[in-house]
């Protein structure tokens, strides 16, 4: 199988505008989490209030200035939040202007939920208002695959460009796609990773009503869990072919070794660990590393109770009992639940662990829960020796993946 380098990653979340911020962060403690008073819609009431971790005002002018020209007022902030890490993810791979980014690269994004802050103001301006027109870009900036095309436009690339879809592994399938793209020879780049936007009044709203919402805070594994905390932004890897990379002198970041995908075909919201456990076995097989004791261990770790007992019933079942020494780490407790940018986004903390060898603590823990009897990493940040990453995304409607990344 061809060799899959890491070359190039970006980052925005509540936590920072780039991967740097987001990885301090992290390895310091520091969370994004606040708590947010919805307003008034003419849809709906206000009123309602919730921790969620938002990016900070400003980064639609951050963006235009980093870019060169006008984009932001055209996209959706779940676009303009895979856009500005895909330029930083292209400038840290050396690719920004390159003969490279053109046909035989590919852009894979992966997002839940798409454009709805432009979504709902469409709605308010005909349901609410009662307006006949709507804006003439509504359409281009509501459509899932906005951010690809956005990007494919901004940065010349010419070849594959699509967007994924599943829920909270959005981003693990495009990950995972734009391996396999390039392992068939189809393309000799990938940028891929995913973003998402969906801390508007309606959807919180949405998310509120089904009970998986936290009213207090995000905290993993911990025994007083109590759901989920919303996040918003995004993350980029860009993946090229290791000869490839090697061939332009690129400075490689890690390696992706192996995936696995699978489908609980249980139910919609609620976990099967037997369906995550499938996934993890792939890639741990697929990668060849399956008695490896090296393992730093990314979790999905939404902190809901069912969740976060599930990962630990499926990692036990794939490692046996020398998965419960396996350190593990849940940055969401940080930066919030992405939903299609989240597993991007913590699989590029996660190889700048492997690169610092530190992990960074699950925040918000308060105490051990015997369903969750993992070496989790609490308190502050832990020096580890681990050489490879294990990568969970877990979503909705039973959709599963794992990826394994190695140390440059």
């Not at 051990?368 to 940040?381: K, N, S, T, W, Y």
């Given at each position: 199988?061809?060799?899959?380098?890491?070359?190039?990653?970006?980052?925005?979340?509540?936590?920072?505008?780039?991967?740097?911020?987001?990885?301090?962060?992290?390895?310091?403690?520091?969370?994004?989490?606040?708590?947010?008073?919805?307003?008034?819609?003419?849809?709906?009431?206000?009123?309602?209030?919730?921790?969620?971790?938002?990016?900070?005002?400003?980064?639609?002018?951050?963006?235009?200035?980093?870019?060169?020209?006008?984009?932001?007022?055209?996209?959706?902030?779940?676009?303009?939040?895979?856009?500005?890490?895909?330029?930083?993810?292209?400038?840290?791979?050396?690719l920004r202007d390159h003969p490279v980014?053109?046909e035989r690269t590919a852009i894979i994004?992966?997002?839940?939920?798409?454009?709805?802050?432009?979504?709902?103001?469409?709605?308010?301006?005909?349901?609410?208002?009662?307006?006949?027109?709507?804006?003439?870009?509504?359409?281009?900036?509501?459509?899932?695959?906005?951010?690809?095309?956005?990007?494919?436009?901004?940065?010349?690339?010419?070849?594959?460009?699509?967007?994924?879809?599943?829920?909270?592994?959005?981003?693990?399938?495009?990950?995972?796609?734009?391996?396999?793209?390039?392992?068939?020879?189809?393309?000799?780049?990938?940028?891929?990773?995913?973003?998402?936007?969906?801390?508007?009044?309606?959807?919180?709203?949405?998310?509120?009503?089904?009970?998986?919402?936290?009213?207090?805070?995000?905290?993993?594994?911990?025994a007083d869990r109590d759901g989920m905390?919303?996040?918003?932004?995004?993350?980029?890897?860009?993946?090229?072919?290791?000869?490839?990379?090697?061939?332009?002198?690129?400075?490689?970041?890690?390696?992706?070794?192996?995936?696995?995908?699978?489908?609980?075909?249980?139910?919609?919201?609620?976990?099967?660990?037997?369906?995550?456990?499938?996934?993890?076995?792939?890639?741990?097989?697929?990668?060849?590393?399956?008695?490896?004791?090296?393992?730093?261990?990314?979790?999905?770790?939404?902190?809901?109770?069912?969740?976060?007992?599930?990962?630990?019933?499926?990692?036990?079942?794939?490692?046996?009992?020398?998965?419960?020494?396996?350190?593990?780490?849940?940055?969401?407790?940080?930066?919030?639940?992405?939903?299609?940018?989240?597993?991007?986004?913590?699989?590029?903390?996660?190889?700048?662990?492997?690169?610092?060898?530190?992990?960074?603590?699950?925040?918000?823990?308060?105490?051990?829960?015997?369903?969750?009897?993992?070496?989790?990493?609490?308190?502050?940040?832990?020096?580890?020796?681990?050489?490879?990453?294990?990568?969970?995304?877990?979503?909705?409607?039973?959709?599963?993946?794992?990826?394994?990344?190695?140390?440059?």
């Amino acid at each position: 199988m061809k060799r899959i380098a890491v070359t190039g990653m970006g980052a925005v979340s509540a936590l920072g505008g780039s991967l740097e911020e987001n990885w301090q962060a992290v390895a310091a403690g520091r969370g994004g989490i606040a708590r947010c008073v919805m307003g008034d819609s003419p849809l709906g009431p206000g009123g309602l209030e919730l921790p969620m971790a938002r990016v900070a005002d400003g980064y639609d002018k951050a963006l235009d200035a980093a870019i060169g020209r006008p984009v932001a007022g055209g996209l959706d902030p779940f676009a303009q939040f895979a856009l500005g890490p895909a330029l930083e993810a292209i400038e840290q791979a050396g690719l920004r202007d390159h003969p490279v980014l053109s046909e035989r690269t590919a852009i894979i994004f992966g997002h839940g939920l798409g454009g709805l802050a432009t979504l709902e103001v469409g709605y308010e301006r005909f349901f609410g208002q009662k307006l006949a027109k709507l804006h003439p870009s509504t359409v281009p900036k509501v459509m899932v695959s906005a951010g690809v095309s956005a990007a494919a436009m901004a940065f010349g690339i010419k070849g594959p460009v699509f967007a994924t879809s599943s829920a909270c592994a959005s981003s693990s399938h495009a990950i995972a796609q734009g391996a396999a793209m390039i392992v068939t020879g189809q393309v000799d780049a990938a940028l891929v990773g995913g973003s998402e936007a969906i801390s508007t009044a309606g959807c919180v709203r949405a998310w509120d009503a089904i009970r998986a919402m936290s009213p207090v805070t995000c905290r993993p594994f911990s025994a007083d869990r109590d759901g989920m905390v919303l996040g918003e932004g995004g993350a980029v890897l860009m993946l090229e072919a290791w000869d490839h990379a090697e061939a332009r002198g690129a400075t490689i970041l890690g390696e992706l070794i192996g995936w696995g995908m699978s489908s609980d075909a249980h139910h919609i919201t609620q976990p099967s660990p037997e369906g995550q456990a499938r996934a993890i076995r792939q890639a741990v097989s697929h990668a060849g590393v399956a008695d490896r004791t090296d393992i730093l261990i990314s979790a999905h770790g939404t902190g809901t109770p069912l969740n976060d007992a599930a990962e630990t019933t499926s990692l036990v079942e794939v490692f046996g009992e020398r998965g419960r020494a396996l350190p593990v780490i849940a940055t969401k407790s940080a930066h919030g639940h992405l939903i299609g940018g989240s597993a991007a986004l913590q699989a590029a903390l996660g190889l700048r662990a492997l690169a610092e060898g530190l992990a960074p603590p699950i925040q918000n823990f308060n105490s051990r829960d015997p369903a969750c009897d993992l070496d989790l990493v609490v308190g502050e940040a832990r020096p580890i020796g681990a050489k490879l990453l294990l990568q969970n995304a877990f979503a909705f409607g039973g959709l599963n993946v794992a990826l394994v990344f190695a140390a440059a």
